[in-house]
C-alpha cells in the first residue's frame, strides 16, 4: 500500500493557520479586513491579555445569513470570489477563504452575526476546528466574531508569543494603520478596561492623522496628493494610478521603518519595492540610516497588482513595478522640493500642571511605532518594557479646526485640552504677521553676526534664524557640482605634482567601474602600475590634503551600498563627498560680505532645508513664537 494519505481538513486548517495566524495582530488583521469587505462604517477591537486571552471584534456590515455563517468556516469557502479570473481583479482585502476556518482550528472561536436579510441572527461556536454549538439568536444587525485562548491547542505556536505587551502593541499599531486608511469610518480598540483608541468618522485623511497621531505629528508632515498617472501599456491599455498621502519634513528622522506605511487599493502592505522608491526620494535629505514617517496611499486597477502572493496577503506584486517605483519617488521627492519646509527652534516644554496633550500622544504613537518589531524587520532593537497599563488612553471626537479638544486618561484627572489658537489677534504695535512654512523667505536675511563662528544669525520677515555654515555651503556647492555633473562642465585644477594613491583590490575594481564619473566630477586620474593611480587634476575648492580623502571615500561607498544603484546615485554620493570636503568648516570666522553670500547662494538653491548627508541647514525661531514666548500674544 502507498504512503501518501490526504490530509484532514482539521490538519489542512492548522497548516493553514500556521501561515495565516502568526500571532494575535494576524487574528485581529483578518477579522478586520472582514469586517471592512463586509462594508462595515464602525468597527470596534476588545482584546484580554495582549489578544491571547480575548479577541472580539463587533462591526456593524452585513452580516451572514444563517447557512453562509456554518459555510464560512469551511476550507476555500468565501463570498469574494467565483472564478480563476476573479483573482486577477481582486478588489476586496480577503480572498482565500482561509482566515475563518484558520483561526478556528487554534482556538475556541464564536460567531454571532444577523444579516438584514433574515429575521433572526445566527450563533456558532467552534473549538479547534469542531463546531460545538450552531444555534438561532436574537442579535443586532452586523457581525461579532469572538476568539478566546488562542493557540490553546497548538502548545509550540503559544511558546513564541511574546510578551502581553508586545502582541498589544502589535494589535495597537495595526488598528491605527487601518483607521488611517478609512478616516470615514469610526474605530475603537479596548485593552481590557482601558480605551485605546477611539476615532469618529472624518471627512479628510488630514483630520484622521490629527485625531489618531495629534497635532505635533501633523506639523512635521507635508501632505500631497492626489496625484494621478497614466500608463499607456504596449498593448494600447490606459492604466491608471493615483498617489496622495503624507510624508515627513526632512527633520524628523526615524531609526527603523515603522513609520512607515503603505496602502495599496486600501490595504496595508510591506512592499521593498515601495519602501526603495520613498528612501530614494529622501536620497541627499535625510541621513542614509534613518528613515522618514510616511503614510502613502497608492490607488490603482486592481489588475495592475498582484495581491495573491503571500499567505498573509500582506505583500504584493506590481505588474509595471519600475513604473510605480519612478511615480512615487517621483512625487513624494517633487513635493519635499516644492514645499521647502523650515525647522523650527524647539518650544519650551509645557508646565507640568498643564499636562501636554502632545507628550501623551508621541509616547503612544512612539509605542506604536516601537510596536512591530518584524513588522517591517527594524533595524534596531526596541523598547518592550512598558507594561500595557502604562499605555495612554486617547480620546478624540472633535473633528479639527479652532478650538481643538482633546481627552486622554493618564492625566492626574481625566482632563480636556483646548489647544491655544494659533490665529489670534496680534498685540497692538505688531501691523501684521505673516508666517511662512516654508524656506522662501530666505532671500531676505540680513546677517547679524556669527556664534561660535560657526552659526550665522540672521533677522528675517518672519523671525530670526539660525544657520549652520558648513551644512550650508556644502549645500550650495551639492548643487553646483550636480548641475556641473549635468552640463559636462566641471571646474578643476591642475596640481603642481601628480599625486599618487595606492588601491585595494576592491577599490581598483570601484575604480575602474567609476573612472568615468570621477572624471565628469573633475578628477583626471590614470591607472599607473599596480593597483596605483596618479592624480592629475582634481575639482576646484578642494585643498591638497582633502583631494585623496574623497577619492577614498567615493570608492568605499560605491564599493559597500551603491554597487547596484543608478548612475544618479553615484553622481549624488561624489558631488556630496566633494562639497563636504570643500565647504567652509565651523569655526572659521566669516566677514559681512562672505556671510551674505552664502544666504544669498542659499536661498537660490533648489532645496536649502538639508544638507546631502540629511543635516538640517536652518532653524528659524518665528516671530510669532518669540510674541508668544514673551506673553505678547
Ligand atoms: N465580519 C463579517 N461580516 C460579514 N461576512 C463575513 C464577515 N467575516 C467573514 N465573512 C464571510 O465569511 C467568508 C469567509 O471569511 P474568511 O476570512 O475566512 O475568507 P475571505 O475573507 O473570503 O478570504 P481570506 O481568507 O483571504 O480572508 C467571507 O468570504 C465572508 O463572506
Ligand atoms: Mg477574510
Known amino acids: 500500500m502507498g504512503k501518501i494519505k490526504v490530509l484532514s481538513d482539521a490538519v489542512a486548517n492548522q497548516i493553514a493557520a500556521g501561515e495565516v495566524v502568526e500571532r494575535p495582530a494576524s487574528v485581529v488583521k483578518e477579522l478586520l479586513e472582514n469586517a471592512l469587505d463586509a462594508g462595515s462604517t464602525d468597527i470596534r477591537v476588545e482584546v484580554e491579555a495582549g489578544g491571547r486571552r480575548l479577541i472580539r471584534i463587533t462591526d456593524n456590515g452585513s452580516g451572514m445569513m444563517r447557512d453562509d455563517a456554518m459555510l464560512a468556516f469551511e476550507r476555500h469557502a468565501t463570498s469574494k470570489l467565483q472564478s480563476v479570473h476573479d483573482l486577477e481583479q481582486i478588489g476586496t482585502l480577503g480572498f482565500r477563504g482561509e482566515a475563518l476556518p484558520s483561526i478556528a482550528s487554534v482556538s475556541r472561536l464564536t460567531l454571532e452575526t444577523h444579516s438584514r436579510d433574515e429575521s433572526t441572527g445566527t450563533r456558532v461556536a467552534i473549538n479547534g476546528g469542531k463546531m460545538v454549538q450552531c444555534e438561532e439568536a436574537g442579535l443586532a444587525a452586523g457581525t461579532v466574531i469572538t476568539v478566546r485562548d488562542l493557540f490553546y491547542n497548538v502548545p509550540a505556536r503559544k511558546k513564541f508569543l511574546r510578551s502581553e505587551q508586545t502582541e498589544l502593541a502589535h494589535i495597537a499599531s495595526l488598528v491605527t494603520h487601518y483607521s488611517l486608511a478609512h478616516p470615514d469610518k469610526a474605530f475603537e480598540l479596548m485593552h481590557g478596561p482601558s480605551e485605546l483608541l477611539r476615532v469618529s468618522p472624518v471627512s479628510t485623511a488630514q483630520e484622521r492623522v490629527f485625531q489618531v497621531f495629534g497635532g505635533r505629528t501633523l506639523e512635521d508632515l507635508v501632505e500631497f496628493g492626489p496625484e494621478a498617472k497614466v500608463l499607456s501599456t504596449a498593448e494600447g491599455e490606459q492604466k491608471h494610478f493615483e498617489l496622495s498621502g503624507f510624508i515627513s519634513k526632512p527633520h524628523v528622522q526615524k531609526l527603523n521603518r515603522n513609520s512607515i506605511y503603505l496602502f495599496v ?40 497588482v498582484d495581491v495573491n502572493v503571500h499567505p498573509s496577503k500582506t505583500e504584493v506584486r506590481f505588474r509595471h513595478s519600475s513604473f510605480v517605483h519612478d511615480f512615487v519617488r517621483d512625487a513624494v521627492r517633487g513635493k519635499l522640493m516644492e514645499s521647502k519646509p523650515v525647522s523650527s527652534l524647539p518650544l519650551p516644554q509645557l508646565s507640568p500642571s498643564q499636562p501636554a496633550a502632545g507628550l501623551a500622544f508621541s509616547e503612544f504613537t512612539q509605542r506604536i511605532e516601537n ?6 524587520e527594524p533595524l534596531m532593537p526596541v523598547d518592550r518594557e512598558a507594561k500595557p497599563s502604562e499605555l495612554p488612553v486617547m480620546r478624540l471626537e472633535m473633528p479639527m479646526g479652532p478650538p481643538q479638544r482633546f481627552e486622554f486618561n493618564d492625566a492626574p484627572m481625566p482632563a480636556r485640552m483646548r489647544i491655544p489658537d494659533t490665529h489670534g489677534p496680534l498685540p497692538p504695535g505688531v501691523a501684521s504677521l505673516t508666517e511662512y512654512d516654508s524656506m522662501g523667505s530666505l532671500g531676505d536675511l ?149 556671510m551674505e553670500y552664502l544666504l544669498n547662494e542659499l536661498a537660490k538653491c533648489e532645496y536649502p532645508m538639508a544638507c546631502p548627508h540629511g543635516r538640517p541647514i536652518a532653524l528659524r525661531y518665528s516671530t510669532r513664537d518669540i510674541l508668544r514666548a514673551f506673553h505678547r500674544i
Open 265 to 304: 487599493n486600501g490595504r496595508l502592505i510591506r512592499d521593498k519595492l515601495l519602501l526603495h522608491a520613498l528612501t530614494s526620494a529622501y536620497h541627499n535629505l535625510i541621513p542614509p540610516a534613518c528613515y522618514p514617517f510616511a503614510l502613502i496611499f497608492l490607488d490603482c486597477d486592481f489588475g495592475e
Open 371 to 376: 510596536a512591530a518589531p518584524d513588522f517591517f
Open 446 to 594: 540680513r546677517p547679524i553676526g556669527q556664534i561660535h563662528n560657526s552659526f550665522i544669525i540672521a533677522a528675517g520677515r518672519d523671525g530670526l534664524w539660525i544657520i549652520d555654515q558648513h551644512v550650508a555651503h556644502e549645500r550650495i556647492l551639492f548643487e553646483q557640482v550636480l548641475r556641473q555633473f549635468a552640463r559636462r562642465e566641471a571646474q578643476q585644477q591642475r596640481l603642481l605634482m601628480p599625486m599618487v594613491m595606492e588601491l585595494t583590490v576592491g577599490q581598483q575594481l570601484e575604480y575602474a567601474r567609476i573612472a568615468d564619473e570621477l572624471a565628469r566630477a573633475g578628477f583626471e586620474t590614470e591607472p599607473f602600475g599596480n593597483r596605483t593611480i596618479a592624480i592629475q587634476a582634481a575639482p576646484t575648492g578642494l585643498g591638497p590634503g582633502e583631494i585623496e580623502k574623497v577619492i577614498l571615500e567615493i570608492l568605499d561607498i560605491s564599493e559597500t551600498e551603491l554597487r547596484k544603484s543608478s548612475v544618479e546615485d553615484l553622481r549624488r554620493n561624489i558631488a556630496a563627498s566633494v562639497s563636504c570636503r570643500a565647504a567652509i568648516k565651523i569655526n572659521t570666522p566669516l566677514d559681512h560680505q562672505k
